[in-house]
């Protein structure tokens, strides 16, 4: 399964704004933590649960702990197609 940086820049939108945590100008650069959308350790560990159920894996469960968008999108990238 092929995961383009638009699927997964809408996974995390889509999750940012349903926990109401979606920064003015977010993009592949914004930090997820702290100066970014600030998520605490349940919301991240939410992230990784809804990017496993959407896409099939997450960075999260592989050891990784992405600091942006662009960070995850790279995960995915670098998966075998």
């Known amino acids: 399964m092929t995961t383009s940086p638009a ?16 920064p003015e100008g977010f993009g592949d650069s914004t930090p997820l933590y702290a100066d970014g959308a600030e998520l605490d350790s349940l919301e991240t ?9 959407v896409h099939g ?3 999260y469960s ?9 960070e995850i ?6 998966l075998p197609a």
């Open 7 to 22: 699927d997964v820049e809408r996974t995390v939108t889509d999750f940012l704004t349903r926990i109401e945590k979606l």
């Open 45 to 53: 560990a939410e992230l990784s649960a809804t990017l496993e159920d």
């Open 62 to 70: 592989s050891g990784e702990m992405p600091q942006t968008l662009g």
């Open 73 to 78: 999108q790279a995960f995915y990238a670098a």
């Open 57 to 59: 894996s997450d960075p």
